[in-house]
């Protein structure tokens, strides 16, 4: 079983930069990746990277946002740059233990992850 522990939120103002870290212990997961939350909503997607590095991001994140891992593939982290406003949330980390061919069109499905992290607060001021 995986268990994840996640560290790096805080506050920034807008146009400034965080870099969250989840690490994972027990089996190495086939993915990780990050998940966000407001209070009221859905827990949304924001980014994924696989064991053979393969990263998928949602719109709202592109070309702002960086996911990536450690060598050993058991340390994601997302570099969060330009931040706005709207990404104020908490954010998960998430874990895909096991590997799965629809992957590549499931990866933003809240039910594709077994592991979750206890979130971190990220607040960025205007």
């Known amino acids: 079983q995986v268990q994840l522990v996640e560290s790096g939120g805080g506050l920034v103002q807008a146009g400034g930069s965080l870099r969250l870290s989840c690490a994972a212990s027990g089996r190495t997961p086939y993915a990780m990746g990050w998940f966000r939350q407001v209070p009221g909503k859905e827990r949304e997607f924001v980014a994924t990277?696989?064991?053979?590095?393969?990263?998928y991001y949602a719109d709202s994140v592109k070309g702002r946002f960086t996911v990536s891992t450690d060598n050993a593939k058991n340390r994601v982290y997302l570099q969060m740059n330009s931040l706005k406003p709207e990404d104020t949330a908490v954010y998960y980390c998430?874990?895909?233990?096991?590997?799965?061919?629809?992957?590549?069109?499931?990866?933003?499905?809240?039910?594709?992850?077994?592991?979750w992290g206890q979130g971190t607060q990220v607040t960025v001021s205007s």
């Open positions: 998430a874990a895909s233990t096991y590997y799965s061919s629809t992957y590549y069109k499931s990866y933003g499905s809240k039910s594709l992850y077994d592991q």
């Open positions: 990277i696989t064991q053979t590095d393969t990263t």
